[in-house]
């Protein structure tokens, strides 16, 4: 998609290549920080802080696969340019509400995976 979608598309190409980056780099450090918890045998509370990492690195890939900045939308702002961080305001409130919507929808989502991860991991026998 090349142009702003309410509630579909609010992010261009070099926005979702950053997106993307963003998942990579949480996807490793969230891979470090499970090496650790191995290798140094951490006690059952240590492993839910993976939460975090796994939670950065899900919100990084589910914006750039849906082509929607949750941040962008909860603060009812857009950008199709070529240049990351150059936004434009979304005027109707109703664009702004669906907007919302799917931020709040992504964060869902990236919440749902850091618990689900964090239930595999809590009962590894380690």
């Known amino acids: 998609m090349t142009e702003y979608m309410p509630g579909l598309c609010n992010i261009g190409p070099e926005e979702i290549k950053k997106r993307r980056q963003l998942g990579i780099v949480g ?17 059952l509370a240590w492993r839910l802080l993976i939460f975090f990492p796994v939670f950065f690195a899900a919100t990084g890939f589910l914006q750039a696969r849906m082509h929607f900045c949750a941040g962008y939308g909860l603060r009812g702002l857009y950008n199709m340019s070529k240049r990351v961080g150059n936004t434009d305001s979304v005027e109707q409130s109703e664009f702004r509400k ?11 989502w990236a919440v749902l995976i850091g618990l689900i991860v964090i239930g595999i991991i809590y009962n590894l026998p380690f």
């Open 98 to 108: 669906k907007d919302k919507q799917k931020a709040v929808q992504i964060t869902i």
């Open 27 to 43: 996807l490793v450090i969230s891979l470090i920080f499970f090496v650790l918890l191995i290798a140094l045998k951490t006690n």
